[in-house]
């Protein structure tokens, strides 16, 4: 069956982001705007209370339970006792650090993105968002020059379910106007989510490992793995390769 659409994933697919840089920047950035409030919470106390709302979309999301950056917001809200002065400069804080981060565009990723688009397959996000929220991501992609390429996007946080939900990816083929999931390849780095969702929902799963190779083998493995973006060209028999 022909490939008319493609869905990508977000996180280790089409981006990555670097070492701890941007984490150290936040937990400063949010220490320097609690302070003006006076809120006294040192940077590594911060940096705690971030893992530790991050071990808890961990546990959400491997359990397929909403957990979004408004549900962190509230947790450290509460723990901290800020009034609401206090939870609108974190937030803002919080935010900006977000958009600040060091989110980089994969190379490969922006090139054949980019060749696909201009092929003509259509091309959306399915993406489990974290706690960076979708309206941060859609700023990054902007950045990277790569907003324009896709034609929709499946964000958890607007969608309402994580990979490997089905209801998530309908929603990306829907938007892309194509009915048969068979007509659509979704790419992506985990066997969990992007692999065994994709398979059960009757896509085509690429696994791409170019940023992450996930060897979880209590799940099947895709019937395409990729290390470069640019062989989707060939795996899945489209458009033709851009240099
Ligand atoms: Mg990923």
Redesign the pocket.
Known sequence: MTIAGITF?????LFTVRGDETKKRRNEMVSDALAGVGVDLPAEAAGAMFDDVAVTFDESWRAGVQYRFDHARASIVTRLGLDELGAARLEEAWLEAYRLSDLRARPDAAMAVHGLAEAGIRLAIV??VSLVPSSVLEEHLRRAGLAEAFMHRAWSDEVGVYKPHAAIFRHAIDGLGITDPRRVAHV???RR??VAGAREFGMTPVRYRG??DDVDDGYPDAEHVIDDHRELFEVLAVGRAAQ
Do not use: I
């Open positions: 994933d977000f996180w280790d697919t993406c489990d992506g780095d985990l989510t992007d940023a992450f």
